[in-house]
């Protein structure tokens, strides 16, 4: 199916993967996050450095990456390399320059996680309105996901390896991103780089209006150090 029509294709995967009930309270929050949304967030930052891949790859048979990062890349791509079927704005984000790191196992689609060098990237990728900037050093990641039969294996922290590096190759000083207060998950595979965690925001947005607002958790030269256990 067309990932011109993002909603229908993916009520339709996870209507055959995850069941009609899931299905069907996957669409109650979509619609309802389309009315309200918002919640509390980390902001994170990591200073970029040359990392051990060896440190981070998971040990997953059958375990491949790419790198998409325009439309048309992703048209000429076999199906367990094409993020857009899984993401509603895939394809604008694509568009605007956003850039999907892709995993499979087994050729099968298994995780994919974004990272954005410009706003209009950055607002399509993570749509919390922290500061990131562009002109000075700085990019974002966001958009991490993982297909439900493969979480657990590790594949979001070897993603976030892959864009950090992605990022300081590219001449990036710094990454920034939102993780949720309550994101356990997502803060333990931040956690395996030593991030920075600089302040806590809360976001709300109703229809089209936004409310956000961060505090400093430390002074701002002097953020918290976080550290995997």
């Known amino acids: ?9 993916i009520a339709r995967r996870i209507l055959a993967e995850e069941g009609v009930w899931t299905a069907l309270a996957r669409g109650a ?4 996050r389309k ?3 918002g919640g509390r ?14 440190d981070f790859r998971p040990r997953v048979a059958q375990l491949e990456v790419r790198r998409v990062q325009s439309n048309a890349e992703a048209d000429a791509l076999p199906p367990h390399w094409d993020p ?24 099968e689609f ?29 990019a974002c990641t966001g958009g991490t996901w993982t297909r439900p039969k493969f979480r657990g294996l590790g594949l979001m922290v070897y993603s976030y390896y892959l864009r950090l590096e992605h ?11 939102a993780v949720e207060v309550d994101n356990v998950a997502s ?29 400093p958790l430390t002074t701002p030269s002097s953020c918290r150090k976080l550290r995997s256990r």
């Open 1 to 9: 199916m067309s990932d011109r029509f993002p909603t229908l294709t």
């Open 29 to 32: 929050g979509l619609v309802q």
């Open 35 to 37: 009315l309200v949304s």
């Open 41 to 54: 967030f980390f902001i994170y930052e990591h200073d970029l450095q040359a990392w051990r891949e060896e």
């Open 84 to 107: 857009r079927p899984f993401f509603l704005t895939g394809r604008r984000r694509l568009d605007v320059g956003a850039t999907a790191f892709c995993l499979s196992v087994a050729r």
């Open 110 to 138: 298994a995780h994919a996680g974004w990272t954005a060098e410009t706003p209009e990237a950055k607002a399509l990728v993570d749509c919390v309105p922290f500061r990131v900037d562009f002109a000075h050093g700085e």
């Open 167 to 177: 990022l300081r190759q590219r001449g990036y000083r710094r990454s920034r991103n």
């Open 187 to 215: 803060q333990k595979a931040h956690a395996r780089f030593a991030p920075r965690v600089c302040a806590v925001g809360r976001y709300v947005r109703v229809g089209r209006w936004e409310y956000w607002r961060e505090r």
